[in-house]
């Protein structure tokens, strides 16, 4: 799986990754809080100057952004229709320059980091019931069974071209997941041997 | 630790919330099925309904939120690969928020369902699940979707919903996939329980 995280070091990967979402929300809400467009237009110029600093790994997740540009460039267009270029302009703007921010920290901060700031900002919610420690755990599951029904369903796949000479498409959805609800239940009592409960 | 089964400190919950949101991540790697008119649905918000019929409120709402942070986190398990938290921040970013509350919806209606006809087999449980995916994964799903819209574009209740309107024919069609899947589910597995929390 193709993470975002790019391993081509810039500036900004030793940040740290508390600092980066601090920087991130209090980015997100001046641009929130911004409506008229010089304003927009300087942020978003101050955003993309900070985004082009990042180089080669900035722009090979350049997809990221295409269909965020297409999206802003119908709301423009769509209120330049209408009358108001202005109200599109900084829509458009402000879309892209929160995007970009964000496609900011995804690039240039480790999962394991992320990870360990949202354990401490939900550990409070311990109180009430919620086991943050095992989101890592859950998460990891997650990646290891999708990775596993993927397999799978290329299987049933497979076995139905082989079958019909055609791919399966949703006639597969249903073995799919009689098969996965099977895998959990293994894994469920194989976790509930070693963690118990 | 307590052993309730309807939240995540339950380790056999914990299985199954970990395989869910692999579900809704394999949905988005199955290809996008292009509808004769030209709209492209992909399985994602089928997962979303199915996640709601099948585990239940509690669980389904654990399921979406686990799958929503690994996203934010930098996963790219949207369809199409996307993942990061730029995509809470663009238009569409609505429709995440709808999945989350949709997915609970759906499960409450289904559980209510379940529990004034416990034994709903055939053509009852099909209605049933259908109802439950319409409500759930389309009309709370799509007033959040479209609140999104007319906040980030600026758009008026109208205006975003005629931008929405082309989509809904597909999501009518998962509606009646997810009611066929949970038959045949309940039938392949007939020890699943529908009316739990």
């Known amino acids: 799986m193709r993470s975002l995280y790019s391993t081509r070091r810039t500036w900004l990967h030793g940040v740290p990754a508390w600092l980066k979402l601090v920087a991130l929300s209090l980015g997100g809400t001046v641009l929130m809080l911004t409506a008229d467009v010089r304003g927009i237009a300087i942020a978003a110029a101050i955003v993309l100057a900070l985004f082009a600093s990042l180089g080669p790994a900035g722009w090979r997740q350049w997809r990221m952004l295409r269909g965020l540009l297409i999206a802003s460039a119908l709301i423009a267009g769509f209120h330049w229709a209408m009358g108001h270029p202005a109200i599109g302009l900084v829509s458009a703007l402000r879309i892209m320059a929160a995007a970009m921010l964000a496609l900011m920290l995804s690039i240039t901060t480790r999962f394991d980091d992320l990870l360990t700031v949202l354990e401490t900002i939900l550990s409070p919610l311990r109180r009430f019931g919620l086991p943050v420690e095992r989101i890592a755990l859950a998460i990891g599951l997650t990646l290891r069974f999708a990775e596993n029904f993927y397999a799978q369903w290329q299987r049933l796949d497979d076995a139905h071209r082989a079958r019909t000479g055609r791919s399966g498409g949703l006639r597969l959805l249903a073995p799919l997941a009689i098969r996965a609800l099977q895998t959990a239940e293994r894994v469920a009592d194989a976790l509930a041997a070693r963690l118990g409960g | ?197």
């Open chain 2, 1 to 197: 630790m307590t052993t309730t089964t309807g939240t995540m400190t339950s380790t056999r919950s914990l299985s199954y919330i970990a395989l869910f949101a692999a579900v809704i991540a394999v949905f988005g790697l199955i290809p996008k099925i292009d509808l004769p008119f030209g709209v492209p649905i992909t399985l994602q918000s089928l997962g979303i309904m199915l996640v709601g019929c099948l585990l239940g409120p509690k669980r389904a709402f654990y399921t979406v939120g686990l799958f929503l942070v690994a996203v934010a986190l930098g996963l790219p398990l949207l369809s199409g690969g996307r993942g990061g938290v730029a995509v809470f921040v663009a238009p569409s970013a609505g429709f995440l928020l709808g999945w989350l509350i949709g997915a609970v919806v759906c499960g409450v209606s289904m559980r209510q369902f379940m529990k004034r006809m416990p034994e709903a087999k055939g053509k009852g449980l099909l209605i049933v699940a259908f109802l439950s995916s319409l409500i759930g994964g389309i009309v709370v799903m799509y007033f959040f979707g479209i609140l999104g819209l007319m906040l980030a574009a600026h758009l008026s209740a109208t205006q975003a919903t005629l931008a929405v309107l082309a989509f809904i024919p597909g999501d009518l069609v998962k509606c009646a996939a997810c009611a066929v899947l949970v038959q045949s589910v309940v039938r392949g597995m007939p020890s699943w329980r529908l009316d739990r929390d």
